[in-house]
T-cell receptor, first 115, second 117 residues
């Protein structure tokens, strides 16, 4: 079954520093990948998605992600982090069981931003 | 356009009771999925409905059930509540059923926080 792994449970960066959150997927064909963000007590907000085409995907709030098939990765990046980016970030992949499909999430990376 | 709404936002129940959670999708969206989020298990898929039909079901006991109405609104029900059912229950809607196309991107509601005592 398709899955995603987020190796970092918790990351701390200084405000203004660059950020990269890692996501590795397991899937033989072209995966459909997403990044979501969850602020405390809130639901999930879609940051960006990759279906096909350009491997560098731009999202909201200044985030981008790059799909690298050779590394089975879809890492999320931001050049300059703001204190309001502190949240939990989830990578997800569409996974298939026969004709049915669903979103399968990674375990999440909690981002802390220091001032 | 209004987002996904979930009611109630918070619920406190006791073991053995049952609970019904409601989800109203984004206008025009016909697919609704439910997820359970807990600190220990993370985000787990419960089920997906499209056009009032359950398309997919996660690995949860039969105490967890759902339905979708003709206006695409969905409810999920948990019977005989257990302490382990305490979680944030998230609903997501999409134009089309999950299948890996641009129209099936899921948009999430704020969730219902269920506490079982």
């Amino acid at each position: 079954a398709q899955s995603v792994t987020q190796p970092d449970i918790h990351i701390t960066v200084s405000e203004g520093a660059s950020l990269e959150l890692r996501c590795n997927y397991s899937y033989g064909a072209t995966p459909y990948l997403f990044w979501y963000v969850q602020s405390p007590g809130q639901g999930l907000q879609l940051l960006l998605k990759y279906f096909s085409g350009d491997t560098l995907v731009q999202g909201i709030k200044g985030f981008e992600a790059e799909f690298k098939r050779s590394q089975s990765s879809f890492n999320l990046r931001k050049p300059s982090v703001h204190w309001s980016d502190a949240a939990e970030y989830f990578c997800a992949v569409v996974s298939y069981t026969g004709t049915a499909s669903k979103l399968t999430f990674g375990t999440g990376t909690r981002l802390q931003v220091t001032l | 356009k209004a987002g996904v709404t979930q009611t109630p936002r918070y619920l406190i129940k006791t073991r053995g009771q049952q609970v019904t959670l409601s989800c109203s999708p984004i206008s025009g969206h016909r697919s609704v999925s439910w997820y359970q989020q807990t600190p220990g298990q993370g985000l787990q898929f419960l089920f997906e409905y499209f056009s009032e039909t359950q398309r997919n079901k996660g690995n949860f006991p039969g105490r967890f059930s759902g339905r979708q109405f003709s206006n695409s609104r969905s409810e999920m029900n948990v019977s005989t509540l257990e302490l382990g059912d305490s979680a944030l229950y998230l609903c997501a809607s999409s134009l089309a059923p999950s299948g890996g196309t641009s129209t099936d991107t899921q948009y999430f509601g704020p969730g219902t926080r269920l506490t079982v005592l």
